[in-house]
């Protein structure tokens, strides 16, 4: 078989591993409320199980990067198969918050399994722009599954259906990336991914020390609202999943479509201009109730849409020799900063809630009020952003 035909077929595969992780972000955003129903659980417990989910991602992204050359993408993306089926199928039959943690840590893992072998794999394979252009394009199914995903679960909480019935549409992505793996063959690592000790050494420059504070950053502007969304946007007047949906759907076309953008703005200034507009996105949606959240959700997708394959695509392209490794420590430190503020952000809800019940409201009211604070709270991490990036923007302008 020839290494194009190879190639085609491991991204399709990828690309489907992705859609697995989507739907497992999304759909778990979707069944949240039953969960905390069901189960009796507040908003930190809640965050806590979704910290899991983030927590698995890094543990396994580290270690994919480390043992990426030793080991293979074939391996490692076997192990993310054995971790999302027993996951999913421990998550569908979880009756106690102990259960949910594990469950909810295997996913993750297989999900960082995911992200360690495909990002490396992809950027193996291409070079230059036609790099950029595919992580961005294997990257948009990941907002694109969470279209998939968030209207599922809708469609299916709408019509009374059990979280568990969500929960097991899972395991269809999975299927399909597991039979497009088996039997392939996958592309050597590059020389920068060939001695760990040399990537650890190259991942000491102070530009790549930079990205990984800012990695930090972008996830949780990413994350942070998406994964709340039903409890923050729940009284708002809006649908909760039609705004994730929204949001994601807007990402995938957006990453699709990224190669011409980037050619033309270069990396950083895509960074930049989506660290300003996931600003204003959040400021809107934290003002804004009723339909016109669509709107706000529509600026806010636009500024996230960019950030997590332009970080990795910047590395990759000025600093190949940290190597899979350095991608995989990047995709995990955004990954762990998203887990450390999981049940942060719970508190923040039950801590405003409580606040709003004793300034008088109560209620739709107070739930409203106290999503839109939180939404306020998170508006920091792209202010950051946009200080930083504006930095880096104009320091390599001059440079050049």
């Not at 054995?82 to 469950?103: Q, R």
């Not at 893992?109 to 490396?120: K, L, Q, R, S, V």
């Not at 070079?127 to 950029?132: A, F, I, Q, Y």
């Not at 907002?143 to 979280?163: E, H, N, R």
Request: net charge neutral.
């Amino acid at each position: 078989m020839s290494q194009s035909v190879n190639a085609n077929r491991l991204f399709l595969a990828s690309c489907f591993a992705l859609i697995t992780t989507a739907f497992s972000f999304s759909i778990r955003a979707g069944i949240l409320g039953q969960l905390g129903s069901e189960l009796g659980l507040n908003n930190v417990e809640l965050g806590t199980i979704n910290s899991m989910w983030f927590l698995g991602f890094p543990i396994a992204m580290v270690l994919g990067g480390i043992f990426y050359t030793s080991i293979g993408p074939k391996l490692i993306m076997q192990i993310a198969l054995v971790a999302h089926a027993v996951g999913i199928l421990m998550t569908i039959y979880a009756v106690d918050y102990n259960t949910l943690l594990i469950s909810t840590l295997l996913i993750g893992i297989g999900n960082g399994c995911t992200e360690a072998a495909c990002n490396p794999m992809i950027a193996d394979s291409y070079s230059g722009n036609e790099m950029n252009t595919k992580l961005n394009r294997f990257h948009m199914w990941f907002p694109g599954g969470i279209v998939v995903g968030s209207l599922i679960s809708k469609f299916m909480t709408d019509a009374g259906m059990s979280w568990q019935s969500q929960v097991w549409v899972i395991i269809l992505p999975t299927v399909l990336y597991a039979v497009l793996f088996a039997g392939q063959t996958f592309p050597k690592p590059k020389a920068g991914d060939t001695n760990v000790a040399a990537n650890f050494k190259a991942m000491l420059n102070p530009l790549y020390l930079f990205m990984l504070a800012c990695m930090a950053l972008t996830a949780i502007s990413e994350f942070g609202p998406q994964n709340w969304v039903g409890p923050i946007l729940s009284k708002a007047g809006a649908s909760p999943m039609l705004v994730l949906a929204l949001v994601t759907g807007l990402m995938a076309v957006g990453r699709y479509f990224a190669g011409p953008i980037i050619a033309k703005i270069n990396t950083v200034g895509v960074l930049l201009f989506s660290a300003i507009f996931a600003f204003i996105g959040l400021y809107l949606m934290s003002s804004m109730s009723g339909s016109t959240l669509y709107f706000a959700a529509f600026i806010y997708g636009l500024g996230i849409c960019f950030f997590w394959p332009n970080m990795l695509g910047f590395v990759a392209e000025n600093m190949p020799e940290t190597g899979a490794l350095g991608l995989s420590i990047m995709g995990g430190l955004g990954m762990f900063s998203s887990s450390i503020f999981q049940p942060i952000i719970g508190g923040w809800i039950d801590g405003h809630k409580a606040t709003q019940l004793a300034a008088g409201l109560a209620g739709d009211a107070a739930d409203l009020a106290a999503g839109q604070a939180t939404l306020s709270n998170m508006m920091l991490f792209p202010g950051i952003l946009i200080v930083v990036f504006a930095v880096l923007y104009f320091t390599r302008r001059k440079a050049a």
